[in-house]
């Protein structure tokens, strides 16, 4: 009976060590993709992390229904997606963040005119509706193409096309007048 | 052609191209050395879900109870099971206390009425049970009271024929149908005395009588 409970409990620890393991292998696969998607939102490394690191222990809940790859992927994407927009909108409500735009190293580096268009830039995606500011923000991440981003977002291609079109065709008419500067 | 879907201009698709240029480059952010770190001791510290967390097991279970709730239910209604109407005859009052008005716990159905049969034919024999019998036939009032009801009378019984003493207050909360009963109120009858017009002071009957000129009409011209 004892030789029987021990081997029982060494066959769970093993299947607890193989989830462990599986759920390592996809952390260092898409933790950092989980981390810009929030970037992309928050555009605030900490909370950025934050919010990755949130949507990454929820996907840790649910991993017994997400050990396919793409599906876990997409299951991140979204998720951290949603959590990121809930505390851009908290963010937003509590203080204004805007000067948080030039938060990391890579802008304050920038001249004061290329720092003031990219915020003028961050403000217009920010104002596109979250239709297509996802599937703006995913396009630009990693080089993912079309097909990519409906895996991602679990929508059709043809939709994807759409909304990638018309996010482009809303910023350009925001950023209309840079091409008149930069002329 | 939709206004929506038309193409880009020349230079709004440069427009595009620099801000789509400018987002590549800040996304292309690496977060932390601690992350991974830190992502594995947040799971760390949050409890594991067991079997029984899991919102759809309590789902489950709940809708299980409920399930086997409504077939005993059924069970307990169901036409064909015999349910022997209990018959409860209520306590004659002692000699003691005084004499109140039949104790009537509940009725569950209404007394059967036959139809009249027609005459010069014989009535075919009709044999009742005897609870139904003695529903009918009974000279005590009696009446039907329901099946869980009764169980928990007979119990009652059983415990006060074994002389098990129930706990103290226990009978506080039963309701005696007798005393329920309203004592049947008594309206006496208003005795209101005669007014007379001599009654006051100074009072005179005279005064009470108009002369006969008012009455008359005033003579057509």
């Given at each position: 009976m004892n030789e029987w409970a021990g081997s029982y409990a060494g066959a769970l620890v093993t299947a607890s060590d193989a989830i462990d393991q599986d759920f390592n292998q996809r952390l260092r696969d898409s933790g950092t993709l989980a981390f810009r998607v929030a970037y992309g939102v928050l555009r605030h490394r900490q909370d950025a992390e934050d919010v990755a690191q949130d949507a990454l222990a929820r996907a840790f809940q649910h991993f017994s229904r997400l050990r396919d790859r793409d599906r876990f992927r997409a299951w991140l994407v979204r998720t951290t997606?949603?959590?990121?927009?809930?505390?851009?909108?908290?963010?937003?409500?509590?203080?204004?963040?805007?000067?948080?735009?030039?938060?990391?190293?890579?802008?304050?580096?920038?001249?004061?005119?290329?720092?003031?268009?990219s915020a003028h830039l961050w403000r217009a995606i920010d104002e596109l509706p979250e239709k297509l500011r996802v599937a703006i923000v995913l396009a630009a991440i990693e080089g993912h193409d079309i097909r990519e981003v409906s895996r991602l977002l679990d929508v059709p291609e043809g939709t994807v096309k759409s909304r990638l079109f018309l996010g482009r065709k809303a910023l350009a008419e925001k950023l209309r007048w840079m091409n008149d500067t930069t002329r | 052609?939709?206004?929506?879907?038309?193409?880009?201009?020349?230079?709004?698709?440069?427009?595009?191209?620099?801000?789509?240029?400018?987002?590549?480059?800040?996304?292309?952010?690496?977060?932390?050395?601690?992350?991974?770190?830190?992502?594995?001791?947040?799971?760390?510290?949050?409890?594991?879900?067991?079997?029984?967390?899991?919102?759809?097991?309590?789902?489950?279970?709940?809708?299980?109870?409920?399930?086997?709730?409504?077939?005993?239910?059924?069970?307990?209604?169901?036409?064909?099971?015999?349910?022997?109407?209990?018959?409860?005859?209520?306590?004659?009052?002692?000699?003691?206390?005084?004499?109140?008005?039949?104790?009537?716990?509940?009725?569950?159905?209404?007394?059967?009425?036959?139809?009249?049969?027609?005459?010069?034919?014989?009535?075919?024999?009709?044999?009742?049970?005897?609870?139904?019998?003695?529903?009918?036939?009974?000279?005590?009032?009696?009446?039907?009271?329901?099946?869980?009801?009764?169980?928990?009378?007979?119990?009652?019984?059983?415990?006060?024929?074994?002389?098990?003493?129930?706990?103290?207050?226990?009978?506080?909360?039963?309701?005696?149908?007798?005393?329920?009963?309203?004592?049947?109120?008594?309206?006496?009858?208003?005795?209101?005395?005669?007014?007379?017009?001599e009654q006051g002071p100074g009072s005179d009957k005279k005064s009470f009588q108009l002369p006969a000129s008012s009455f008359q009409l005033p003579a057509e011209s």
């Open positions: 997606w949603r959590l990121a927009i809930d505390r851009w909108r908290a963010n937003r409500r509590r203080t204004g963040r805007e000067q948080d735009i030039f938060e990391d190293a890579a802008t304050t580096e920038q001249s004061p005119e290329a720092r003031e268009r | 052609m939709d206004e929506r879907h038309d193409p880009l201009s020349e230079a709004d698709e440069r427009v595009v191209a620099m801000a789509e240029a400018e987002i590549r480059r800040a996304l292309l952010v690496e977060p932390s050395l601690e992350f991974q770190a830190k992502v594995r001791a947040r799971i760390t510290a949050q409890p594991r879900r067991t079997f029984g967390s899991h919102p759809w097991f309590a789902l489950a279970a709940a809708a299980s109870m409920v399930v086997a709730l409504a077939a005993l239910m059924m069970f307990e209604l169901r036409p064909g099971t015999p349910t022997a109407p209990i018959v409860a005859t209520a306590p004659r009052p002692s000699p003691a206390e005084p004499p109140h008005a039949p104790q009537v716990i509940a009725a569950t159905q209404p007394p059967e009425v036959a139809p009249p049969l027609p005459a010069g034919r014989p009535q075919p024999v009709r044999h009742r049970d005897g609870a139904v019998a003695a529903l009918h036939d009974g000279v005590t009032p009696e009446v039907l009271i329901d099946p869980a009801q009764a169980a928990a009378v007979r119990r009652l019984f059983a415990m006060t024929q074994r002389g098990i003493k129930l706990p103290e207050g226990a009978g506080k909360e039963i309701v005696v149908a007798g005393e329920l009963l309203v004592s049947p109120l008594v309206v006496e009858p208003l005795q209101v005395p005669a007014i007379t017009a």
